[in-house]
C-alpha cells in the first residue's frame, strides 16, 4: 500500500467515525466501511511485515546424530528427519526477525536455549536454512543469528515510545510452531499498557529477586494480542507495518502456563543494542554507583515521587557529579521516576560514557520551597552476573595485548567491600607473551595513570596511548591504594 493510500484509509476512518455521530446519518453503512478500511490497513501491515519474519528450529546436537532413530509401528525405524524437511516438527521453536538484508536475524535469547548444545534452523518464506549465534545480550534478552542465502527483506522499524494504551498493534510470530515453514501466523489486539515489569525468574538468575535482565526493572510493551509460545522473537506491529516490539513468551507470573502478551519495545536504546548485536559485540549499560530506595509510603500517598539514595558510592559517576546520599531522583531526562526499579531501569539502559540530566531534590522532599538541583551525570559500565554469558564473535581490539574496560564493570567492584577505585581501568584481558604481560600486566589489576595523566574510561586510555611508538609506563593495583609502574614496550 502507498503512502497516499494508507493516508487515504486512516481519513476515511476518521471521517467515518465524526460522520457515524450524526443521528440522521444510517449507521449500518458507515459500520461495514469503517470496518473494511481497518480490515485494509491489517492486511497490508500483515503483508509488509510477514516477510520479514522467519521461524526458529532448535534443535539438540545430539538428537541430530546418525544413531538416533526414530521407532514406528510394525518395528519399522526410520533415522530423525532433516530439520530441513518440510516434515520436520521441531519441539523447540520460536520465531525471529531478519534485521540485515545479509541474512542477520534478530530473536529473544531465550529461544536460543543451550547454546553449547543446540543448533539452529532458520524457515524463511518457506525457505530452509541453517543459522549460526552471532552475537548475545543475556542482560536485554536478545541475539541475533546469521544466515547465508539472499532476497531477505529486513524488517522496518517504528518507534514504540510513541505508543500508547489502546493502540492497535497486529503480531506476527510462529506459534506452537503451526508456522515453522517461516509463513508467520498472525495475531491482532490493542496495546494494554507499557512500561511493564517480567515476572521474576529466581530459578534462572544470580539476583536474589530474580531478576536475570533489564526488562524486570519495567521496560515492557503489554499487548491483547493472543501471544502463544512461539510468538516469542516474532514483530509486534503497528498499522503501518513497522516492527514497534519483539514478542516474547515471557508467562504472566512464575507460575503460570501462558504468556502475559508483552513484548521488548523498539526504541533509540533497543536500536543501539540491535545494532551492537549485528556488529558481533555484546552490548554495554550504565551504572551511576548509588543505592535506591523507593519513597516512604506516606510521601508517595501525597503524589511524591523519586528514588531517594541511601548510599553515593566514591568515585563513581554519581559522585563525581555531586550526588549525596539523601537526594531524591525525581527525573532521568525526560522520565519521572517513581521508585529504585525506575532509576535502576532509566540509567540502565545507557550506554557507558553518556550524559544524563537528573532532577534532584535535595532536602525535606514535603517542603514546597526545597531545593531542586540538575545535575549532568555521565555513567559508567555496568557489571552483569547473568547465569547465561554473552556470546561475542567479532574480534576484541588490544593494545600491546592489554584490552581494558571501566572498573565498575569488574567482577572485583561488585563486591560489597575491598572495592577497587571506581576512576580506574580494569584489566580484562592481557594476551600471554604480549609485550603487556612481559611487562608483569595481569588481569584483574587496575591501571590508574598512562604515565602522569589520570585514565578512567577506555576512550581516553585508547586515546591517551595513540600513535605512540615508545615505551608507555602504566600506574597498576591489585589493592586498590599501592601502585606499581609497570613499563610496556612497543
Known amino acids: 500500500m502507498t503512502a ?5 484509509y486512516c481519513c476515511l476512518l476518521l471521517g467515518l467515525v465524526f460522520v457515524g455521530t450524526n443521528r440522521a446519518k444510517a449507521a449500518e453503512p458507515d459500520a461495514a466501511q469503517v470496518a473494511a478500511a ?17 521461524a526458529i528450529s532448535r534443535v539438540r546436537k545430539d538428537a541430530q546424530e546418525p544413531s538416533i532413530a526414530l521407532r514406528f509401528p510394525f518395528g519399522a525405524a526410520r533415522q530423525s528427519l532433516d530439520p530441513t524437511s518440510p516434515d520436520f516438527v521441531p519441539s523447540d521453536f520460536g520465531a525471529g526477525v531478519i534485521v540485515d538484508a545479509t541474512g542477520l ?3 529473544t535469547l531465550h529461544v536460543l536455549g543451550d547454546v553449547d548444545t543446540s543448533t539452529y534452523y532458520v524457515w524463511q518464506q518457506k525457505r530452509p536454512f541453517y543459522a549460526t549465534v552471532i552475537a548475545t545480550a543475556p542482560w536485554y534478552d536478545l541475539a541475533v543469528l546469521k544466515i547465508d542465502g539472499a532476497g531477505f527483506h529486513p524488517i522496518k522499524f517504528g518507534d514504540a515510545s510513541m505508543a500508547r494504551k489502546g493502540q492497535i498493534v497486529i503480531a506476527l510470530g510462529n506459534p506452537a510452531a503451526i508456522a515453522r515453514d517461516g509463513n508467520a501466523s498472525a495475531s491482532t489486539g490493542v496495546i494494554s499498557n507499557i512500561a511493564r515489569r517480567a515476572p521474576p525468574t529466581p530459578s534462572r538468575s544470580n539476583e536474589p529477586l530474580g531478576r536475570e535482565t533489564l526488562h524486570h526493572y519495567g521496560t515492557l510493551i503489554q499487548t491483547d ?10 514483530a509486534l506491529l503497528n498499522l503501518d507495518g513497522e516492527m514497534i516490539g519483539l514478542t516474547t513468551s515471557y508467562a504472566g507470573s512464575a507460575n503460570a502456563e501462558t504468556a502475559a502478551g508483552l513484548a521488548i519495545p523498539v526504541d533509540k536504546d533497543f536500536l543501539r ?5 549485528k556488529s558481533g559485540q555484546t552490548p554495554e549499560f550504565g551504572f551511576l554507583g548509588v543505592g535506591p530506595e523507593t519513597l516512604n509510603v506516606s510521601l508517595r500517598q501525597q503524589g511524591m515521587h523519586g528514588a531517594s ?11 563525581r557529579a555531586g550526588l549525596r546520599t539523601n537526594d531524591v531522583v525525581t527525573h532521568i531526562d525526560d522520565h519521572a521516576i517513581f521508585n529504585e526499579s525506575d532509576l535502576f531501569w532509566r540509567i540502565g539502559i545507557l550506554a557507558p560514557g553518556t550524559t544524563a540530566q537528573l532532577r534532584v531534590v535535595r532536602g525535606d522532599v514535603s517542603d514546597p520551597n526545597v531545593a531542586v538541583i540538575d545535575l549532568p551525570v555521565t555513567v559508567s559500565k555496568k557489571y552483569l552476573n547473568t547465569v547465561r554469558k554473552p556470546i561475542i564473535t567479532a574480534d576484541i581490539p588490544n593494545w600491546r595485548g592489554l584490552v581494558v574496560d571501566y572498573a565498575t564493570a569488574s567482577p572485583t567492584f561488585a563486591q560489597l567491600v575491598e572495592r577497587p577505585p571506581a576512576d580506574s581501568l580494569y584489566v580484562a584481558d592481557v594476551v600471554q607473551d604480549s609485550p603487556s604481560w612481559q611487562a608483569g600486566i ?25 600513535g605512540i611508538t615508545d615505551e608507555v609506563t602504566l600506574h597498576v593495583t591489585s589493592n586498590g591504594t599501592d601502585t606499581t609502574p609497570r ?3 612497543p
Request: no cysteine; hydrophobic share 50%; aromatic share 6%.
Open 4 to 8: 497516499s493510500r494508507r493516508f487515504g
Open 38 to 54: 481497518l480490515q485494509e490497513l491489517l492486511v497490508e501491515a500483515v503483508a509488509i511485515g510477514e516477510k520479514s519474519v522467519v
Open 105 to 107: 536475524v534478530l530473536t
Open 225 to 234: 494480542a493472543k501471544l502463544d509460545f512461539g510468538y516469542s522473537g516474532g
Open 273 to 277: 543494542i540491535v545494532d551492537t548485536l
Open 309 to 319: 539514595l541511601a548510599s553515593v558510592m566514591a568515585g563513581t559517576p554519581a559522585a
Open 442 to 466: 595481569r588481569v584483574g589489576s587496575f591501571i590508574t595513570h598512562v604515565g602522569d595523566l589520570k585514565v578512567s574510561t577506555p576512550i581516553e586510555f585508547a586515546e591517551l596511548v595513540q
Open 487 to 489: 613499563t610496556v614496550s
